[in-house]
Structures are given as structure tokens and as C-alpha cells.
């Protein structure tokens, strides 16, 4: 058997994919996790995975290799070679996307990826595991009641559709970056360990949450306050944060 073949061996197939997911899913429904919300983290890994593939792709040289036959059948090979690279990678991506599509759209309540649809119970997970470590990097734990996250995220997240709600970890983790030193400001003046009480207009400074309210402060502050009345939280926590995030540096 040549090298060649012993690595086709070595790769796995759609059978054994499937008997992986499928014996994942068995694992997590022993678990408490509910089938429809393990399908949809599956299948944003998968899709993730594509897209991650796509960027690392599209970001390599696609010039034919200076040696072999390239070299020696000239130009029009080069460009053939070029061309081709950039026809899977084309088309990468696009199967990149459609896997999201499909992660996105066939969960549960999920008329469309692109239209306002119930928050589900996995979407608030993944939003409270993005907020967390993102949160403590600026502020220690906090003894605010945990389920003020919880109603908070909410109505952050009905600012959003399934597919930026599928995206909203990253936008979080840019937001953070772009903003870090006047972050670090704003938690370090009204956060845990400053002098302001952790109950009143600065409350939710002392939340994971107050990290996901800030960007969408910054991005979509219109949506943010009517999903923000619709849920009938208090108005002075808002306010807290709309004047903590204006404060000058």
C-alpha cells in the first residue's frame, strides 16, 4: 500500500462522521440536553469548522508551486492552477455558509435565520459563556442575583436574529478588543471593588451582562431600548450603563 492510500485510510468517512454525531447526541440526551438544542451546537461546530477552513484557505498563497509541472508547462498552467484554487475556495465558503444556514434554520421556533424569532435555551447558553470570561477580564465575580443576567441577555438578544445571534460570541470578543482600555475604566469606576453599591443606578455594571448591554449600546442602542421596555426591566439600569459607557476617560 503507498503513502497515498494508507492517508485516503486514514481520513474519516461520512459513516463514521455520522456514527460520531449520532453517538454525541445520544451522550448529551443522557445528560439532560435537549435533542434540537445538541443538534444546533453541532451543527454550528461543523459549520464553524468550514468557515474557519475557508479563512485559513483564502488566506494562503494560491500560486502554483515553484516546482513540478507548473514549471514546466509555463503560464497558462500557473493561471489554471490559480483559477482552480480560487474556485474551491469559492466554493468553501459557500458550503460554509449553507451549513450555517441549515445549523440556524432548523432549530427549534427558527422560521428563518434572518427573521426575530423566541430566544431558546441554547442561544441564552452560549451568550452567557461568551459574556462570562469576557466580563472577568475587566471585573471580579459579582453577588448581583444571577438570574438578572439571564433576563437581561433576553433582551439583548432579541435585538438580534438566529444568524447574528449564532455570530454574537465573536462580535462580543471585537467589541471587547476595540474598547479594552475604556472597558477597563468603566468596570474599574463603577464595577465590583469600586465605591458604588451594588444595588441602584450602576447595579448591572456588577453583571456579566453589562458586556453584552454595552455593545449593543454602542451598535443598536434604538433596538436595545425597545426590547428593553418590552421586557419592563428597570429604566435606571439602562441609564446607569448609557451614562458609566459616555463618561469621559
Known amino acids: 500500500m503507498n503513502t497515498a492510500d494508507e492517508g485516503r485510510q486514514q481520513q474519516l468517512d461520512a459513516a463514521s462522521v455520522l456514527n460520531a454525531k449520532t453517538t454525541l447526541l445520544q451522550l448529551l440526551a443522557r445528560a439532560g440536553v435537549y435533542t434540537g438544542d445538541a443538534e444546533e451546537l453541532i451543527g454550528l461546530v461543523e459549520a464553524g469548522a468550514l468557515a474557519l477552513a475557508h479563512q485559513e484557505i483564502a488566506g494562503a498563497r494560491r500560486d502554483a508551486p515553484p516546482h513540478g509541472p507548473a514549471a514546466e508547462q509555463g503560464e497558462r498552467y500557473a493561471a489554471g492552477w490559480s483559477d482552480g484554487a480560487r474556485a474551491v475556495t469559492v466554493e468553501l465558503g459557500a458550503v460554509a455558509e449553507r451549513a450555517l444556514l441549515h445549523a440556524v434554520a432548523t432549530a427549534p421556533s427558527a422560521d428563518s435565520p434572518d427573521e426575530p424569532s423566541p430566544v431558546r435555551r441554547a442561544e441564552m447558553e452560549r451568550a452567557k459563556v461568551a459574556v462570562t470570561p469576557l466580563y472577568l477580564s475587566f471585573a471580579d465575580v459579582s453577588e448581583l442575583d444571577p438570574e438578572v443576567t439571564e433576563q437581561v441577555l433576553g433582551a439583548v438578544l432579541r435585538t438580534m436574529n ?26 474599574a469606576q463603577y464595577g465590583p471593588g469600586s465605591p458604588i453599591a451594588i444595588h441602584g443606578r450602576y447595579s448591572l455594571v456588577h453583571s456579566p451582562a453589562s458586556v453584552a448591554v454595552l455593545e449593543r449600546l454602542a451598535e443598536t442602542p434604538s433596538a436595545l431600548h425597545e426590547e428593553w421596555d418590552a421586557a419592563e426591566l428597570p429604566p435606571a439600569w439602562l441609564d446607569g450603563l448609557t451614562t458609566a459607557w459616555g463618561s469621559p476617560a
Open 162 to 187: 438566529p444568524r447574528q445571534r449564532a455570530g454574537y460570541p465573536g462580535r462580543l470578543t471585537r467589541f471587547t478588543s476595540a474598547h479594552h482600555a475604556h472597558l477597563e475604566r468603566l468596570y
